[in-house]
DNA sequence: ACCCCGACCTGAGGGC
DNA sequence: TGCCCTCAGGTCGGGG
């Protein structure tokens, strides 16, 4: 589920909750998620310094040395919770009230002031402790490709990560070493603002192309951003509302239903088991692909 | 190196 | 009502 912008999202939300604040309160509930839970007592106490995104990956800084990088999976969400009903002095940020807590919440870090919960369902998700100073050669972390909204990230730099990659231009999309944090929706939506077709092999993509559906991902992404991401399932924005970009979906999940361009119905198809979605008519098969 | 596929896990929805 | 199948936003690791 969560793609660049749901994890941006989740990030701009925790930041201030976090960020300067000591996690008084850990609790690692699962033992493992897609990989062994951290020791709660290896977090609790510390204070975070920083809180950055890379790729789908949270990096919260601590002050001891170690790195706690968070990834929601497929369907992972934090929710913000007051720790109390006295917080008059606490930006209302949320409207969720503490409740019990719920099946698949898996993780509880508690500030001072609010308690964040990590639900998900499917467990795909991760944490995990590591050194800050090394963090970045972490197996998890050192094969990434640019992120999608940094200045590193054009057409020359797209079209350099094509070369060799023989095919469907979708699925190397997808593929982090190429450029990260563009997942099955936005993959889909940033080709079809490209008028580009899924299937075209991905180095016969031309330098001019590769600059169209550069601009195409970023604009994509950065509108995604701004309507706080896509909500289909489990996904929620931190405060508990759901995002919106769904609705503004050109392709995705709209097999059968008109090109809101030209009316053509809007086809689907699997490409390395997922499906895809794509205007026939305004992302034709390009040859030669300048 | 690339590429394909299965694996991980739970829940929702459709067909019978 | 229940069962069984398919599918879902991600990523890794094994094999060809």
Known sequence: MPELPEVETTLRALS?????????????????????????????????????????????????????????????????????DTSDTVTPISRLAPTPLATHDHAVLATDTVEMRYNDPRRFGMFVLMPTATRLNHPLLADLGPEPLSPDFDGNALHAAL????????????????????GNIYAAEALFAAGIHPETPAEALGPTLCARLAD?????????????????????????EAGHFQDTFAVYGHAGKPCRVCATPIAQMTQAQRSTFFCPHCQPHTQGAR
């Not at 060799?164 to 563009?182: E, F, H, N, Q, S």
């Not at 701004?226 to 405060?239: C, F, V, W």
């Open 16 to 84: 201030p909750h976090l960020v300067g604040q000591v996690l008084q309160r850990v609790d690692f509930r699962a033992p493992k998620l897609r990989l062994p839970m951290p020791v709660a007592a290896d977090v609790q106490g510390r204070r975070v310094e920083a809180l950055e995104r890379r790729a789908k990956y949270m990096l919260a800084t601590l002050n001891d040395g170690q790195t706690l990088l968070m990834h929601l999976g497929m369907s992972g969400r934090f929710s913000i919770f007051y720790q109390n």
């Open 163 to 182: 070369r060799g990659r023989r095919t469907a231009l979708k699925p190397v999309l997808m593929d982090a070493r190429v450029v990260v944090g563009v």
């Open 216 to 240: 195409a991902i970023r604009a994509t992404l950065t509108r995604a951003i701004a309507t706080g991401g896509s909500t289909l399932r489990d996904y929620r924005q931190p405060n508990g």
